[in-house]
């Protein structure tokens, strides 16, 4: 990921600044750059439109007054909360969010975006705008907010449900812990419904670890020691044994892929993905194996 290049959606929130920040870190580890990003709908087709973020209606009178405000706006914005040499020239696009977001991340590497945005509960709202970019998206996705924005990378959690689909987010994490000298620990949720199975015996639990330690060594020998392996056994579902055991071991970045062991369960977007990086109180980075270049 050297020279990594940024694509932050902006929509003049007060999060905004969360996602630039994180934008910020992840730029200084790997010598990138960062390009504030903004889609807008044409007035007609929305309520306010650029009205809502305090422009006059004197300063948009056409599509060039309204682009020319919007990218000195993010200019100014970026400039005001992270390093001007980072930057390069913002974007402006018409449509709909999501889908510009994805269109226009196609010269990019990564998109760091946040959960939630102006209102809290429209434009960035986890199960629409952000939600639809973590599904179609083709490159890694970093989802932050106000409670987990990306400072000190320390301790890195990285999961897998031994699928060659969760394996695609290794490399990503185990970059990152190179650059930052993070600890790594990879992390297996053994499932399993009391109602009908038994508690997984000992035999079975030490089977999954040492399989686990094998695909650390496989996958992740060139961290040594920064890397520890756990076999998180629970009635829970993997996201909520995934959510408590964050709570309880608060990391500095999840790493996850969007697609596990069928493609389509264990951890299908919409379910163990979508819920942890509602939830989570760590930042999330998010690979989606089956859109990747």
Do not use: C, W
């Amino acid at each position: 990921m050297e020279n990594i290049k940024i694509l932050v959606p902006l929509d003049f929130s007060e999060l905004g600044t969360t996602a630039l920040h994180s934008a910020e870190r992840m730029a200084q580890l790997f010598k990138g750059s960062i390009t504030p990003f903004h889609s807008y709908l044409p007035l007609n087709e929305v309520d306010g439109g650029p009205y809502m973020f305090g422009m006059q209606p004197s300063a948009v009178e056409d599509y060039d007054d309204i682009e020319e405000t919007l990218h000195q706006r993010l200019m100014e914005l970026s400039r005001e909360e992270i390093e001007e040499g980072l930057l390069t020239s913002p974007r402006i696009s018409i449509g709909n969010p999501a889908q510009s977001i994805v269109e226009e991340a196609e010269d990019f590497d990564m998109i760091v975006m946040t959960t939630h945005g102006r209102t809290g509960f429209s434009r960035f709202f986890l199960g629409s705008v952000a939600e639809k970019v973590l599904r179609m998206a083709h490159l890694p996705v970093l989802v932050v907010n106000k409670q987990r924005e990306l400072t000190n990378i320390d301790h890195i959690l990285l999961t897998t449900d031994f699928s060659d689909h969760s394996k695609k987010a290794f490399p990503y994490a185990k970059e990152i812990a190179q650059k930052a000298g993070a600890k790594l620990e990879l992390v297996n949720i053994f499932a399993y419904d009391p109602e009908h199975k038994n508690i997984p015996d000992d035999s079975k639990v030490n089977l999954r670890k040492q399989r686990l330690r094998v695909l650390a060594k496989e996958e992740l020998h060139e961290l040594g020691d920064q890397v520890t392996t756990n076999v998180i056994v629970s009635t829970d579902t993997p996201h909520e044994a995934i959510l408590n055991y964050n709570l309880d071991n608060p990391h500095d970045l999840i790493v996850m892929s969007t697609v596990g062991r069928t493609g389509i369960d264990y951890l299908m977007m919409g379910s163990t993905t979508a819920n942890v990086v509602r939830h989570v109180k760590s930042p999330v980075l998010s690979i989606n194996p089956k859109q990747q270049k």
